[in-house]
């Protein structure tokens, strides 16, 4: 581990979450969201089309966990309890989807749309490589939604649409709950990173996840 | 950029004799004893123990934000030796101005006394001054001025009286104020500041060359964060002037200053992330600052900014913060250039020493720093 490089990719990460968020504004969906103008169908529509990424999640986070060599045991560690923590989120998910008034069945019917598609198959790319420790980058990302967004944005949810808690259980959880992600992920950085070329790894990884997550939410119902 | 451009002198002026934390509710006037209740907890995190206020306790004034600004210009121009006619270039700043019409810099040139010139009135919040900083360094440094001022100004406390909450939809059943309402009765006050701008240092003392700002707005991810003007509800805030009447605005709390005070602690991780962006591009290295001027307005950001900068290897060690926030509170506009202005009067800085300002703005969240290198008469 060197101070510098850990240092270097925490700014490189803050930079391509401040990037994100720009991005994020301008996808139509968001876009509403931040206007006070979402629709019911919208929320509905966000829902349905997260869902088959997030079943993913915990997959090819195991599937990561499976190639970290013996180097990187202590965050190997780290991978199968985040997937353990998070592989039945998507539950939370069906629930809110039928307290907004949808069907689960259509739910777990509904395909990937085109840009979970091509998000899936990074993350899993990704994950197959030889000590994948740029996934961290992609984790980043990810975790940065339900630290950052997932609670105003329940609350706007909420507010804009009169929906009772119970529907925006998945959005809430993670707001309310992955405060303690931040400390732990500051851990897996000082535990992955060995070198410069480990930092700009993971920044790289967090900067093309973060646009196929938004390429996700531009293709909506795209399937 | 054809040269470069110094700040040759500064000045300032705070109105009446400073306010300590006891005597702000008899100043500002009560609310509710729950609004007492919120002030000090607010006095808790931000550790602020005086400012000063142009409004006198029974809700009179001998003041306008054009007369504070005024002061602040003849403080600044006093102190350069410079006469007023020299002057050519006005910048000002403000959150709000005397008038809605015309524009502030008119306001402050006639005050001031100032034959005429060019002017130019930047309205936003704690990052106007920033903006007219930057006015005033471009127009030396294209050659159109040889003596450019900027001056910042804010009186904030005239929105702060009882008389313009009751009555109002804002104040509950039982007459308490939300929070996001009484935060800002508790952290802004009253004062201006000026910096003179000149294509060389000043004849004695210390100048400081503006090596380079940067200013960047990320209202593209955030609402409206602090508001004046507006009517809020619904998630959407609605243009005072769209009301069917200009009672109904007032009533509706239209006229008053409200912080979303969630919104603003999300601002945080983007201000930081802009310094980590300086950094990246060799612009700030924080190792070479030598005068950390961070207008913070409050000191558990402080704690939270130092925490975020340290992550990312930005911190910049706390020996060289310099801040005049606990004893003079939170001018919003005139901060940077009441902090310039006191580096200065400390007379601590040195010819050759690094001062990096950094004034971030909640209203719909704005980063801006500064880079000046002090220098010896020129």
Redesign the interface.
């Known amino acids: 581990m060197s101070a510098d490089d850990v240092a270097f990719a925490q700014r490189g990460l803050a930079q391509a979450w401040i990037e994100f968020e720009s991005g994020l504004a301008t996808v139509p969906v968001i876009a509403r969201l931040l206007a006070g103008r979402l629709r019911l169908e919208d929320y509905r529509a966000l829902l349905l089309n997260i869902r088959q990424q997030v079943v993913e999640g915990s997959r090819w986070i195991s599937r990561a966990s499976s190639h970290l060599s013996q180097k990187h045991e202590e965050l190997r560690s780290l991978f199968v309890r985040h997937a353990a923590a998070e592989h039945r989120d998507f539950l939370l998910l069906e629930q809110d989807f039928a307290a907004a008034g949808g069907d689960p069945a259509l739910m777990r019917a509904t395909p990937k749309n085109i840009g979970s598609e091509a998000l899936s198959a990074w993350m899993y790319h990704a994950a197959g490589q030889p000590d994948p420790i740029g996934l961290l980058g992609a984790m980043f990302v990810i975790e940065g939604l339900g630290q950052r967004l997932a609670l105003p944005w329940s609350e706007a949810i909420s507010a804009q649409l009169s929906l009772p808690a119970e529907a925006v259980s998945f959005l809430r959880y993670h707001g309310e709950n992955d405060d303690d992600h931040l400390a732990m992920f500051d851990e897996a950085l000082r535990l992955a990173i060995a070198g410069r070329a480990d930092a700009e790894t993971i920044v790289r990884h967090a900067r093309v996840t973060a646009r196929l997550y938004r390429l996700q939410l531009e293709e909506l119902d795209n399937v | 950029m054809t040269r470069p451009a110094y700040i040759s002198a500064t000045g300032q002026f705070l109105p009446g004799e400073p306010v300590d934390n006891d005597g702000m509710a008899a100043h500002l006037g009560a609310i509710s004893e729950e609004g007492l209740r919120m002030g000090r907890l607010f006095l808790r995190r931000n550790r602020i123990r005086g400012r000063h206020y142009a409004m006198r306790p029974d809700g009179t004034t001998e003041w306008t934000l054009a007369k504070l600004g005024a002061k602040a210009v003849h403080d600044c121009l006093d102190r350069a030796g410079l006469d007023r006619k020299a002057l050519t270039y006005l910048a000002s700043a403000t959150t709000q101005n005397d008038l809605m019409v015309p524009g502030f810099a008119s306001g402050v040139q006639a005050e001031a006394g100032l034959p005429p010139l060019e002017i130019a009135s930047l309205q936003s919040v704690c990052a106007s001054g920033l903006m007219a900083l930057k006015a005033a360094w471009r127009e030396i440094g294209a050659g159109d001025h040889e003596a450019a001022l900027a001056v910042g100004a804010e009186f904030s406390s005239r929105y702060f009286r009882p008389g313009f909450y009751r009555g109002t939809a804002t104040l509950s059943e039982d007459g308490i104020l939300p929070a996001d309402a009484e935060f800002l009765r508790w952290t802004l006050s009253d004062g201006a500041a000026a910096a003179l701008l000149e294509p060389k240092p000043a004849a004695r003392g210390i100048s400081l060359r503006i090596d380079w700002i940067s200013l960047r707005s990320?209202a593209?991810?955030f609402?409206p964060c602090m508001t004046g003007g507006g009517i809020r509800g619904?998630?959407?805030i609605t243009p005072w002037s769209h009301a069917a009447s200009i009672e109904e605005a007032a009533r509706a709390g239209a006229f008053q200053l409200r912080q979303d005070v969630?919104?603003l602690a999300?601002m945080l991780?983007?201000w930081?992330?802009?310094m980590?962006?300086l950094?990246?591009l060799g612009r700030i290295v924080p190792d070479a600052v030598d005068w950390f001027l961070c207008h913070y307005s409050a000191h558990n950001f402080r704690e939270e900014l130092i925490d975020?900068a340290v992550?990312?290897?930005?911190m910049i060690d706390e020996a060289k913060w310099f801040t005049n926030l606990y004893e003079k509170g939170n001018v919003g506009a005139a901060s940077l250039f009441l902090l310039i202005d006191d580096l200065l009067r400390s007379g601590k800085v040195e010819p050759g020493q690094t001062i990096l300002c950094a004034i971030p703005e909640s209203g719909r969240c704005i980063m801006g720093y500064a880079q000046l290198t002090a220098v010896g008469p020129g």
């Not at chain 2, 992550?311 to 930005?314: E, K, L, M, W």
């Open positions: 990320f593209d991810r609402p619904d998630g959407a969630d919104v999300r991780p983007v930081v992330g802009e980590m962006r950094v990246d975020l992550r990312a290897g930005c």
